[in-house]
């Protein structure tokens, strides 16, 4: 029998790392799969994917805050740029570009460059109209929404939609202020 090399500790926690990736990914298609079954509708099940992500960003955002050690940001070029950068990186392993500014800076794209939930995935001509990956539009919503900031995340391009990219498109449509919690008096 041939002998087995040990491997090194580093070359075992990157194979549980992809492990962990694919299992992710294929339990989320397991998922958009079965609310299409559910649903019928594509529409409804876009909906439901931003709803669920939307659920997931409004307590995401304390893991966020908390891990990543951030404080307020001075704008929303800057919010971009974290999310861009550093939650995306977080939570889904890839980075962002952030592009396309509106000149008044409340309305920006960020565009993925790797797209990790779409591995593994062919969508068949029935699911034409499906935004598969709109549980991420429904993250970033639900996620800003806790940090005062009312936004609407839509997808422009979409590879899955024959597209050369995948871009989401985010606008600052409200900053809410934050209340002070007592009565000075
Ligand atoms: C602040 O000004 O309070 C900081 C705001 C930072 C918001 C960052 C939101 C992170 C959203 C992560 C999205 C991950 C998508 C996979």
């Known amino acids: 029998m ?30 958009v799969r079965q609310l299409l079954t559910d649903l019928e509708e594509v529409e409804e099940v876009n909906k439901q994917l931003d709803q669920m992500g939307y659920n997931i960003g409004i307590r995401l955002i304390d893991e966020f805050l908390a891990k990543s050690n951030i ?28 592009t396309n500014w509106e000149a008044d800076g409340t309305c920006c794209s960020l565009v993925l460059e790797d797209n990790p939930l779409v591995d593994f995935v062919e969508l068949p001509d029935t699911c034409q109209g499906l935004y598969y990956c709109n549980i991420l539009s429904g993250v970033i919503r ?22 050369d990219a995948y871009e989401l498109r985010v606008k600052l449509l409200k900053q809410v202020p934050e209340e002070y919690p007592y009565k000075d008096d």
Do not use: Q
């Open 2 to 31: 041939a002998p087995v090399a040990p491997r090194s500790g580093d070359a075992v926690f990157a194979n549980i790392e992809r492990v962990n990736a694919e299992l992710f990914t294929l339990t989320y298609g397991a998922i």
């Open 71 to 98: 404080s307020r940001c001075v704008d929303f070029k800057e919010t971009a740029e974290v999310i861009a950068k550093v939650g995306f990186k977080m939570f889904l392993g890839v980075s962002a570009s952030v």
């Open 142 to 163: 639900g996620a800003l929404e806790m940090v005062s900031m009312k936004t609407e995340v839509t997808w422009v391009r979409d590879m899955l939609r024959g597209d």
